[in-house]
């Protein structure tokens, strides 16, 4: 048995001590924030998401994004700003945005989508207190040429033995009665799902404390204490902490956790927002994408959660108004029983992306330390692979085989 210490109590933090214990470690967490932290784990879309196989970083995807930088409302803004750590990643961003690129990785996020899903399920089988839903996710578009669009990837998605579905907007009407929509179809992919993401933060908690592990809540990294090829100890605010084994889950902040450690983990926070009605005049059956817009929406008990925008502009604890006017704009065009006035007094929620240059997770351990992890850079897709990124980092810690390869998963493929 080891003592494992994680640092980040976001969900790939919780999910590794909750694989880690149940393989009989001893496991500390160690978070920058207190028990009711509300980083990106708690206020997004909650989505599980097979359909995401995909990576961030596409072909198209920069001519996109710079088109989208004009407008300071579009679905994706980069702040302009003198940053060497920006440009390195804005770089390596465009080369890994080719087809080969996608075409290796995409069956990867495929398998480990699905595995997630698997390893929710039987949570949910112990004790579903997180609301799971298992209904699918629509992706529903306005013109022709998305739907077009839409139909590629769904051949795609076949090929990797994906069930999807074109369905028309009548279709949709059929399937999504109570919510009237301005579209010309969608996407379905019948194996996503949703669930409530700051109530499975809750469950993941209190499922740990039953197994005895340890968390260090307020408690900021410092810096560490090395010896020849391995960590002794991690420095904090509230002094050393010694483990056998160290996993970096610091969501964005985990380049800033391994500085002085000679290492490259280059990522960007891309800040996404969500705005969330208690009480709304329509509410969907299921998950759905506002495709153009890149707007999620989740129904959430009676209420109902829209999400979105990727805004790159450093880690900024500050709202930008426009990135939630977009959101709601969106939301008007595509839903026209719904009205800004439906929003008003909403106050909206941020967090901050780990986004990885190729739109892949860090998940492994170091070739420099014998003992230094990472779990950490899952951009939009941190809630979908908690579960799965837990049981492969058990299995890296307890030194057997990955039951899935997770070579491209490297945290040393910038090094």
Same mark, same amino acid.
């Given at each position: 048995?080891?003592?494992?210490?994680?640092?980040?109590?976001?969900?790939?933090?919780?999910?590794?001590?909750?694989?880690?214990?149940?393989?009989?470690?001893?496991?500390?967490?160690?978070?920058?924030?207190?028990?009711?932290?509300?980083?990106?784990?708690?206020?997004?879309?909650?989505?599980?998401?097979?359909?995401?196989?995909?990576?961030?970083?596409?072909?198209?995807?920069?001519?996109?994004?710079?088109?989208?930088?004009?407008?300071?409302?579009?679905?994706?803004?980069?702040?302009?700003?003198?940053?060497?750590?920006?440009?390195?990643?804005?770089?390596?961003?465009?080369?890994?945005?080719?087809?080969? =690129?996608?075409?290796?990785?995409?069956?990867?996020?495929?398998?480990?989508?699905?595995?997630?899903?698997?390893?929710?399920?039987?949570?949910?089988?112990?004790?579903?207190?997180?609301?799971?839903?298992?209904?699918?996710?629509?992706?529903?578009?306005?013109?022709?040429?998305?739907?077009?669009?839409?139909?590629?990837?769904?051949?795609?998605?076949?090929?990797?033995?994906?069930?999807?579905?074109?369905?028309?907007?009548?279709?949709?009407?059929?399937?999504?009665?109570?919510?009237?929509?301005?579209?010309?179809?969608?996407?379905?992919?019948?194996?996503?799902?949703?669930?409530?993401?700051?109530?499975?933060?809750?469950?993941?908690?209190?499922?740990?404390?039953?197994?005895?592990?340890?968390?260090?809540?307020?408690?900021?990294?410092?810096?560490?204490?090395?010896?020849?090829? =391995?960590?002794?100890?991690?420095?904090?605010?509230?002094?050393?902490?010694?483990?056998?084994?160290?996993?970096?889950?610091?969501?964005?902040?985990?380049?800033?956790?391994?500085?002085?450690?000679?290492?490259?983990?280059?990522?960007?926070?891309?800040?996404?927002?969500?705005? &969330?009605?208690?009480?709304?005049?329509?509410?969907?059956?299921?998950?759905?994408?506002?495709?153009?817009?890149?707007?999620?929406?989740?129904?959430?008990?009676?209420?109902?959660?829209?999400?979105? &925008?990727?805004?790159?502009?450093?880690?900024?604890?500050?709202?930008?108004?426009?990135?939630?006017?977009?959101?709601?704009?969106?939301?008007?065009?595509?839903?026209?029983?719904?009205?800004?006035?439906?929003?008003?007094?909403?106050?909206?929620?941020?967090?901050?992306?780990?986004?990885?240059?190729?739109?892949?997770?860090?998940?492994?351990?170091?070739?420099?330390?014998?003992?230094?992890?990472?779990?950490?850079?899952?951009?939009?897709?941190?809630?979908?692979?908690?579960?799965?990124?837990?049981?492969?980092?058990?299995?890296?810690?307890?030194?057997?085989?990955?039951?899935?390869?997770?070579?491209?998963?490297?945290?040393?493929?910038?090094?």
């Amino acid at each position: 048995m080891k003592h494992i210490l994680i640092i980040g109590g976001g969900i790939i933090g919780l999910s590794t001590a909750y694989y880690a214990s149940r393989r009989g470690h001893r496991v500390t967490v160690v978070e920058r924030g207190d028990a009711t932290h509300d980083g990106c784990s708690f206020g997004n879309a909650g989505y599980i998401t097979p359909s995401h196989f995909i990576p961030l970083a596409a072909p198209g995807a920069v001519r996109l994004a710079l088109r989208w930088m004009k407008d300071p409302e579009s679905p994706f803004y980069v702040r302009p700003r003198l940053s060497a750590e920006l440009l390195s990643w804005g770089w390596r961003f465009w080369r890994a945005s080719t087809p080969r =690129r996608v075409e290796r990785a995409a069956p990867l996020l495929a398998e480990i989508n699905l595995a997630s899903l698997a390893l929710y399920e039987e949570l949910a089988a112990e004790a579903d207190d997180f609301g799971l839903q298992k209904n699918g996710l629509l992706i529903v578009v306005r013109s022709d040429r998305a739907l077009e669009e839409e139909a590629h990837v769904a051949e795609l998605a076949h090929r990797l033995g994906m069930p999807a579905e074109i369905v028309d907007a009548k279709g949709v009407a059929a399937m999504e009665p109570e919510i009237r929509m301005s579209i010309a179809g969608a996407a379905f992919y019948p194996r996503d799902a949703c669930f409530a993401p700051a109530t499975l933060m809750g469950s993941m908690k209190r499922r740990l404390e039953e197994r005895g592990v340890q968390f260090a809540w307020d408690t900021n990294v410092t810096g560490w204490r090395l010896g020849n090829d =391995r960590v002794e100890a991690v420095r904090t605010s509230r002094g050393d902490l010694s483990a056998d084994e160290y996993v970096v889950s610091g969501g964005s902040w985990s380049p800033s956790i391994v500085r002085g450690l000679k290492l490259k983990l280059p990522m960007q926070g891309g800040k996404g927002y969500s705005l &969330t009605l208690p009480h709304p005049p329509h509410k969907s059956k299921r998950a759905i994408i506002l495709g153009e817009a890149r707007v999620a929406v989740t129904p959430l008990g009676e209420g109902i959660r829209f999400g979105g &925008t990727m805004e790159i502009a450093g880690l900024q604890e500050r709202v930008n108004p426009a990135r939630v006017r977009g959101i709601v704009k969106a939301v008007v065009r595509y839903f026209p029983d719904f009205t800004a006035d439906d929003f008003r007094g909403v106050d909206p929620w941020y967090g901050f992306r780990p986004c990885s240059p190729d739109g892949l997770p860090y998940v492994g351990r170091f070739a420099r330390y014998a003992n230094l992890s990472a779990a950490t850079g899952h951009a939009m897709m941190g809630m979908s692979l908690g579960p799965i990124t837990g049981k492969l980092m058990s299995e890296v810690l307890s030194d057997e085989p990955p039951s899935i390869d997770i070579g491209m998963l490297s945290p040393d493929r910038y090094a």
